[in-house]
């Protein structure tokens, strides 16, 4: 959960004693403030700092308050910052308006410092709130298009990329590689050696590919790394760097051994049963061949 120091509070008044006066108060909490007096330097802090919550006068030269909170509520980058507004007025249409421009909250002038500090308690408690949701959709995102052994992406993601390239009719290059003879690995070093070896290798994986390729651990012991924009000798430094990285790996260099093939879409839109087919075809011509370890699918 995040302390007062971790809160940022924008207080935005044309008065500097209203400032002052909030300041004051909420600087006791040890929140991190930051101050405006008009719009433009109000925009300036919000896109500068990474805020929290506004404090926000109504009645200031230029643009007021509501007129603020529009423009903040209206940008992606601004509109689930929490605003609080500060008004002299405590008539209904002003109370009314201020919850239509999207205010959490509204403290009349002049304010006690316990309702400041109440008022703004509350407000950062749902920030904090929300905060911790979002935190946990992006877990749950993650571990839905994550492989849970290796790290690596899951098959569903990796097919799912394949299918984003196919609608966008964009090139792309697919390797595909088995571990061989990976039934003897288990039986040598049994299930939790196997799968510490496959990590090994994942990790292998990662390491030897470009920056911008999706590596992903697919079915049974097939991997699959996922690129564009590369030409066939890049690609084959791929599969070059991988043989390497599994050499020098000195846990997997008298262990491991791997058939590729390399697969290029070349314009052609055909469907994830129909690669996956072919693949599955090279890669055993690969096995029935001892000598050869990659083949190219064009």
């Keep these: 959960m995040r302390t007062n120091n971790n809160f940022s509070i924008l207080i935005v008044d044309d008065e500097a004693f209203n400032i002052e006066l909030a300041e004051a108060y909420l600087e006791e909490e040890g929140y991190q403030l930051y101050f405006a007096k008009n719009a433009q330097t109000t925009f300036e802090c919000v896109l500068k700092f990474d805020i929290d919550l506004i404090l926000l006068d109504i009645n200031m030269p230029g643009k007021d308050g509501f007129e603020v909170c529009k423009s903040l509520k209206a940008d992606a980058r601004t509109k689930d910052i929490a605003i609080i507004f500060l008004t002299a007025q405590n008539d209904i249409e002003y109370i009314s308006r201020a919850f239509e421009v999207g205010g959490a909250d509204y403290i009349t002038k002049p304010f006690f410092g316990v309702e400041l500090k109440a008022r703004v308690q509350t407000?950062?408690?749902?920030?904090?709130?929300?905060?911790?949701?979002?935190?946990?959709?992006?877990?749950?995102?993650?571990?839905?298009?994550?492989?849970?052994?290796?790290?690596?992406?899951?098959?569903?993601?990796?097919?799912?990329?394949?299918?984003?390239?196919?609608?966008?009719?964009?090139?792309?290059?697919?390797?595909?590689?088995?571990?061989?003879?990976?039934?003897?690995?288990?039986?040598?070093?049994?299930?939790?050696?196997?799968?510490?070896?496959?990590?090994?290798?994942?990790?292998?994986?990662?390491?030897?590919?470009?920056?911008?390729?999706?590596?992903?651990?697919?079915?049974?012991?097939?991997?699959?790394?996922?690129?564009?924009?590369?030409?066939?000798?890049?690609?084959?430094?791929?599969?070059?760097?991988?043989?390497?990285?599994?050499?020098?790996?000195?846990?997997?260099?008298?262990?491991?051994?791997?058939?590729?093939?390399?697969?290029?879409?070349?314009?052609?839109?055909?469907?994830?049963?129909?690669?996956?087919?072919?693949?599955?075809?090279?890669?055993?011509?690969?096995e029935d061949n001892v000598e050869t370890k990659y083949l190219f699918i064009k």
Excluded: C
């Excluded at 590729?260 to 129909?274: P, R």
């Design 123 to 286: 407000q950062l408690q749902k920030v904090a709130y929300f905060d911790e949701i979002k935190h946990k959709q992006s877990k749950l995102a993650q571990l839905s298009i994550t492989d849970p052994l290796t790290k690596l992406y899951n098959a569903l993601y990796f097919d799912s990329q394949i299918k984003a390239y196919q609608n966008r009719e964009e090139k792309f290059w697919i390797i595909y590689l088995k571990i061989d003879r990976f039934e003897k690995i288990n039986q040598i070093y049994g299930f939790f050696g196997a799968n510490k070896i496959m990590r090994a290798f994942s990790k292998v994986l990662e390491e030897a590919s470009y920056k911008n390729a999706i590596v992903a651990k697919l079915y049974g012991i097939s991997f699959g790394i996922l690129l564009k924009g590369y030409e066939m000798d890049q690609i084959k430094k791929i599969f070059e760097n991988i043989t390497l990285e599994v050499a020098k790996h000195k846990s997997l260099s008298k262990i491991i051994r791997f058939s590729t093939v390399m697969y290029s879409t070349q314009g052609n839109a055909d469907s994830l049963q129909t690669i996956y087919k072919k693949l599955q075809i090279k890669m055993q011509t690969i």
